[in-house]
């Protein structure tokens, strides 16, 4: 069975940082590209950040990019997004996801597996 099961999520003040994981099992993803999405209460998931099979590429929605950092190990079937800066408003549900194909892509449409999601929660 294919999973991807995010942790690293919870409560932090705003200014503070927090690394999230997403482990992969089941399947390697080394050859697939993978990303980040967050989902607030009462608004649809958006696209956070991406990168590509080898971690060569990578995707930031602008308005994280300079603060968080996308990266993984294929050794170790494990993506990571380091957030640093965190404002209230980056309170959300944030998912992993991965795709059959070695391109970084932004649409949620373009990835076939997801993990159930990790709670982030900046406090003002």
């Known amino acids: 069975q294919v999973q991807l099961v995010e942790s690293g999520g919870g409560l932090v003040q705003a200014g503070g940082s927090l690394r999230l994981s997403c482990a992969g099992s089941g399947r390697t993803f080394s050859n697939d590209a993978m990303g980040w999405f967050r989902q607030a209460p009462g608004k649809e998931r958006e696209f956070v950040a991406a990168l590509s099979w080898n971690g060569g590429s990578t995707d930031y929605a602008g308005f994280v990019k300079g603060r968080f950092t996308i990266s993984r190990d294929n050794a170790k079937n494990t993506m990571y997004l380091q957030m640093n800066s965190l404002k209230p408003e980056d309170t959300a549900v944030y998912y992993c996801?991965?795709?059959?194909?070695?391109?970084?892509?932004?649409?949620?449409?373009?990835?076939?597996?997801w993990g159930p999601g990790t709670q982030v929660t900046v406090s003002p």
């Open positions: 996801a991965a795709r059959r194909g070695p391109r970084a892509e932004r649409r949620k449409s373009n990835y076939d597996y």
